[in-house]
T-cell receptor, first 118, second 111 residues
């Protein structure tokens, strides 16, 4: 079974508008972390934002926020005021056992290609 | 402070050849891992290490070997390259916090 599902292979957004990238996850662990990474066309993986399963507040980092709905097992990324430089592939990822010192590594979704239109 | 470095950046191999992808980190992180990224897919875990002398398999370990003799280095060996191993390979590290740091990637083509 897929642990991380990103159902939007491609998204378009107008510059300066907000966009939501969807991510749902599957785990039976109580302790896990959710991550979003950006991969521009140059190929590097850029960490954007993190949400722990016990965090009660949604994470925010500048123009990025994570809409965490634990009961629905969703962790959507919201980018406000999109910029042309936001055009990239975006990956949602999860690490289970994150607070227990587990050695488990990241599991990634298949990604969403975001294009920001001028 | 270079972070995570990977060499080479690009490599072309013929089927059956072997090679080693190098990964080095200067952050004194315990955890190191190798992922591969195929077109249209997310990263998939090949092997990982929780410290010098300790390695374990990830989701797609077949055809790859690793060893970890020092904290700094975590090389990935392709034993007998196959076209199915054409991919982009990322090395990653993490210390005690949640954040994972990725290297710039190695783009491998097997013909």
């Amino acid at each position: 079974a897929q642990k991380i599902t990103q159902t939007q292979p491609g998204m378009f957004v107008q510059e300066k508008e907000a966009v939501t990238l969807d991510c749902t996850y599957d785990t039976s662990d109580q302790s896990y972390g959710l991550f979003w990474y950006k991969q521009p066309s140059s190929g590097e993986m850029i960490f954007l934002i993190y949400q722990g399963s016990y965090d009660e507040q949604n994470a925010t980092e500048g123009r990025y926020s994570l809409n965490f709905q634990k009961a629905r097992k969703s962790a959507n990324l919201v980018i406000s005021a999109s910029q042309l430089g936001d055009s990239a592939m975006y990956f949602c990822a999860m690490r289970e056992g994150i607070f227990s010192g587990s050695a488990r590594q990241l599991t990634f979704g298949s990604g969403t290609q975001l294009t920001v239109l001028p | 402070n270079a972070g995570v470095t990977q060499t080479p950046k690009f490599q072309v191999l013929k089927t059956g050849q072997s090679m080693t992808l190098q990964c080095a980190q200067d952050m004194n992180h315990e955890y190191m891992s190798w992922y591969r990224q195929d077109p249209g897919m997310g990263l998939r875990l090949i092997h990982y290490s929780v410290g010098a002398g300790i390695t374990d398999q990830g989701e797609v370990p077949n055809g790859y070997n690793v060893s970890r003799s020092t904290t700094e280095d975590f090389p990935l060996r392709l034993l007998s390259a196959a076209p199915s191993q054409t991919s982009v390979y990322f090395c990653a590290t993490r210390g005690g916090s949640y954040e994972q740091y990725f290297g710039p990637g190695t783009r491998l083509t097997v013909t």
